[in-house]
């Protein structure tokens, strides 16, 4: 268990004492002001809880612990100070969500629990995490796996955009990257209440009624009723109510525990990633696809769309097609065809990424002949 803690205060002394007394029981790394102790967050952390002074030259603990929770969210804020002025408490819980407000001088023995409640919670906050966006996340994988052999027309890009949708939220370094991830794999959930020839019609462009397409275009808010039945997922699923929302539409959020900014950047990165893997797969090459993507005014966020195309140009990815046994099948492979059974029907979409529940769904068919053993597939090569 990281049991790692950064003491700052600009009093030598002080910080000679921290080590002293804590070495037995903490892992204690101390710096001497503000800008030392963002130097060593960025090099050396994460630390498991972030102790500051009050009163220091540059910048202030309120100011520290202010810049501590934006670059390392998860570490737990201690103030210790000997200005118990009521303001200072007040302002520094506010501005930087303070786990505790102790004041100078602090006795060994308060100091040292405190210190050990302040390790306990960050142990709880990366267990819960953990728990979201491993636990979770791969069983929801499963879901979705299994519902895309029911209706792989929906699911088939999901699959293919949900490692570059978190990517980009990665790249702009926003909150929770793991629940632009999950929007993008949940994105589709609402089309198994469209029946599977609207959505191959939608895809193919062929001809709709006013009526099909209105049932396609409510499946972002049957998604988002379907998908708040889970605890924890209420930003997930207003991503996915509004993925479909251009920049310059009003994002709508019906839950008022979420937060609407953190709403707005994940609709916004489904919104491009989504495009730009509709039109890939009409067989466009991708400068082609970027020169439309940014001649449509209003519809994307500059610095979303900024992201992606760095990271797009970055990508470099070779593919190589072969036909193998469903035995040898590998995650991450991508299917280079349709899979066709025997009698015709079509069961998955060309480009459905392989996964473990659906190698063992293929192995299964074709053991019992419903389709051929070998398929063709793409597999990545490394470069």
């Known amino acids: ?149 029911t209706n792989q027309t929906a699911f088939a890009h999901s699959s293919r955009i949900k490692k570059l949708a978190r990517k980009v939220a990665e790249h702009l370094q926003i909150e929770n990257p793991w629940e632009v991830e999950i929007a993008a794999m949940l994105s589709q959930i609402g089309c198994i209440s469209v029946p599977e020839e609207i959505l191959k019609k939608i895809i193919d462009g062929k001809s709709v009624t006013e009526a099909e397409l209105n049932l396609y275009y409510r499946h972002p808010q049957v998604g988002r009723d379907l998908i708040t039945r889970i605890p924890r997922m209420e930003t997930i699923a207003e991503i996915v109510a509004n993925q479909n929302r251009r920049f310059n539409d009003r994002i709508e959020v019906k839950s008022l525990s979420v937060e609407s900014e953190r709403v707005k950047i994940g609709s916004r990165i489904l919104k491009v990633v989504f495009d730009y893997d509709r039109l890939i797969n009409s067989g466009n090459i991708p400068g082609n696809v970027f020169s439309e993507l940014e001649s449509r005014d209003g519809w994307y966020d500059a610095g979303v769309l900024k992201a992606f195309r760095q990271i797009i140009g970055d990508r470099v990815e070779e593919f190589v097609t072969s036909e193998i046994s469903v035995l040898t099948l590998e995650p991450g492979m991508t299917l280079a065809e349709p899979l066709v059974s025997r009698e015709g029907t079509l069961l998955l979409a060309s480009g459905q990424e392989v996964t473990l529940s659906l190698i063992t769904r293929l192995v299964n068919l074709a053991s019992t002949k419903v389709i051929a053993d070998k398929i063709r597939v793409n597999i990545l090569v490394n470069n």
């Not at 612990?65 to 670059?71: D, E, N, Q, S, T």
């Not at 405190?114 to 499963?142: C, D, G, I, P, W």
């Open 1 to 149: 268990m990281n049991n790692r803690i950064l003491c700052v205060d600009d009093e030598p002394n002080i910080l000679s004492a921290y080590k002293r007394t804590l070495r037995n029981k903490f892992d204690i790394s101390i710096a001497s002001g503000a800008i030392e102790a963002l130097s060593l967050i960025a090099e050396e952390g994460p630390f498991a809880v972030v102790v500051s002074d009050m009163r220091m030259p540059v910048m202030d603990g309120i100011q520290l612990l202010g810049r501590v929770k934006g670059i390392a969210p998860e570490s737990v804020r201690i103030m210790l100070t000997g200005n118990a002025d009521i303001k200072t408490a007040i302002d520094a819980v506010n501005q930087g969500n303070i786990f505790r407000f102790l004041t100078k001088p602090c006795q060994p023995d308060v100091f040292e629990r405190t210190l050990s409640a302040a390790v306990e919670q960050y142990r709880l906050v990366r267990a819960e995490k953990q728990l979201l966006e491993h636990t979770l996340n791969n069983s929801l994988q499963v879901l979705v796996d299994m519902l895309s052999i």
